[in-house]
């Protein structure tokens, strides 16, 4: 039985390090997007883009997961991908010009 569990929790965590390196991929697409954005003068939301993801994530769900928590799932999925561009917008706001490797006064 143990070996079994070891077999099970190897491929657990191979899926796991995919999942890792698709979400890291679709949060650096999610950075592309906002720039694009951002140049355009447009908002980072966009609602109906936001619920056409959920619904499309739910319709096409084959379970055992619920359809209730694929929405969760996918829900914070968008709001990391958006905290990351917020986060990144508002450091390089918050970025103070370097003098000789230091930072400068204000």
């Given at each position: 039985m143990?070996?079994?569990?070891?077999?099970?929790?190897g491929?657990?965590?191979?899926?796991?390090?995919?999942?890792?390196e698709l979400?890291?991929?679709?949060?650096?697409?999610?950075?592309?997007?906002?720039?694009?954005?951002?140049?355009a003068?447009?908002?980072l939301?966009?609602?109906?883009?936001e619920?056409?993801?959920?619904?499309r994530?739910?319709q096409?769900?084959?379970g055992?997961?619920?359809?209730?928590?694929?929405?969760?799932?996918?829900?914070?999925?968008?709001a990391?991908?958006l905290?990351?561009?917020?986060?990144?917008v508002?450091a390089?706001?918050?970025?103070?010009p370097?003098?000789?490797?230091?930072?400068?006064?204000?």
């Amino acid at each position: 039985m143990g070996m079994a569990i070891e077999r099970w929790r190897g491929r657990i965590d191979a899926i796991d390090q995919a999942l890792l390196e698709l979400l890291n991929q679709r949060a650096l697409l999610a950075l592309e997007v906002g720039r694009t954005k951002r140049a355009a003068g447009l908002g980072l939301r966009d609602r109906e883009r936001e619920e056409a993801i959920l619904h499309r994530a739910r319709q096409r769900n084959a379970g055992p997961l619920s359809a209730a928590a694929v929405e969760r799932l996918f829900r914070a999925i968008i709001a990391e991908c958006l905290g990351a561009e917020s986060h990144r917008v508002e450091a390089r706001r918050l970025a103070k010009p370097r003098l000789n490797g230091r930072r400068a006064c204000a």
